[in-house]
């Protein structure tokens, strides 16, 4: 049995997230039966994270062990074959057998697009989350370099967040703007359950006045979910990069 | 009674093409339908193109007649709060009485777009066309410049075309790469039905080695549509610019 490190990305509109469930479509479930399909194997698959609803991925590893004598490429072919055009295997290769693609990971990077406009784009439909008062980004930019480092970020977790330790280090947190749209980019060691849409949605109380960059601080100190920003929408948050050593 | 010039865009993948049908939901449907839960009033739209189902508009205009009082900001923000996210309406001005969206239109361009890839990318599904071997871009451009001037394109459009008159012509050719997406971009004074796709078509088959770019020529004359490349799937044709004098 030999234990494969694969490489794909999902458009996450239509799955309710990467990790099985017993009620609903997700991606890992779209994996496996096509897994099985191709090689008569029942092999799960280990995610280097739980996306939610509407998340979408560039970049997301996953491993599995299977018996199959079929090539790496074969599976990347075969697989890709067999699944709904809105996920692709992008790269299969074999790995060590210890590999996890969850417990091995030193690090992700997220993006979260915001389309900044009065007027909808058909083209970024489930795609970028819209928001129409006008994003300062060199403001945001500037605020956000206030959660670089590391730190409890308990108060920027979902409520729902049952992990133990909450204390995480972002290497970077940019926000840039391209014409009407706006990235937010953060790379870190480790996020908590809905911690990137909090902390984008944070600095949105920011660009609107209804949190001063002054409080982010206290905010962070504070452990508490209630004073930081609301949760934004899953649809423009993409998993972009994972990191190996 | 005030006549509009109303600029809209869409992702035509869940419409049967713009133009009404009786069995099948379109986007002059859609968009009439909102334009009656807006104003109260049963109006035609008249498109400057019928598109076909599964192809997209970054700028596609038509003209309305309609009593209301509403402004023409208010037609776009109200309309587009009663459509679905895949139609926006973008600009909205009063136009001269006897403005036609299709018959005042001196030009259009087409952009068709090639994700030349073996690996499928969920991003680009519905919205780029996959082909797997690998396109020569520079040649392909070379020979589209001999579809460039004034031609009867008989040849080149579908079999199911009534227009008597089939000449046009073609400004602008274009053929070009950026990473794994080619770009054919074609300005002309009118297309016929299908003739984008089936130019592009055309070109894949020279890119194969089907077709020789001398005989390229040959084709246009025997007005034979048979002896053209076969007309590529809908998903890779985006309507871009609509010009009126």
């Not at 794909?8 to 039966?33: K, L, S, W």
């Not at 399909?37 to 994270?49: D, F, K």
Request: hydrophobic share 35%; with cysteine.
């Amino acid at each position: 049995m030999k234990n494969y490190k694969i490489k794909m990305a999902y458009d996450g509109t239509h799955y309710h997230g990467f990790q099985r469930q017993n009620n609903a479509y997700t991606i890992q479930e779209a994996v496996e039966t096509a897994l099985y399909r191709l090689t008569g194997e029942t092999a799960v698959i280990y995610g280097c994270s739980r996306t939610d609803t509407g998340v979408h991925a560039r970049e997301f590893y996953f491993n599995v062990r299977l018996e199959t004598a079929i090539t790496c490429r074969g599976i990347v072919f075969g697989v890709n074959n067999l699944l709904e055009n809105d996920i692709a295997l992008l790269t299969c290769e074999e790995a060590a057998p210890e590999f996890h693609a969850r417990y091995d990971c030193r690090g992700k990077e997220y993006e979260y697009l915001i389309h900044n406009s009065e007027i909808k784009n058909p083209f970024w439909n489930n795609r970028a989350y819209r928001f129409w008062y006008p994003i300062q980004e060199t403001l945001l930019h500037d605020t956000a370099q206030i959660f670089v480092g590391t730190h409890d970020f308990r108060s920027c977790c979902s409520a729902a967040c049952t992990k133990e330790n909450t204390v995480r280090t972002i290497h970077q947190f940019s926000v840039t703007r391209t014409g009407e749209m706006v990235s937010f980019l953060i790379r870190g060691d480790g996020f908590l359950y809905n911690m990137v849409r909090i902390l984008v949605g944070t600095l949105l109380y920011v660009n609107d006045g209804k949190i001063s960059p002054a409080r982010i601080r206290e905010i962070l100190e504070s452990k508490n979910r209630t004073l930081a920003g609301k949760t934004v929408p899953p649809c423009g948050l993409y998993l972009n990069h994972v990191y190996y050593s």
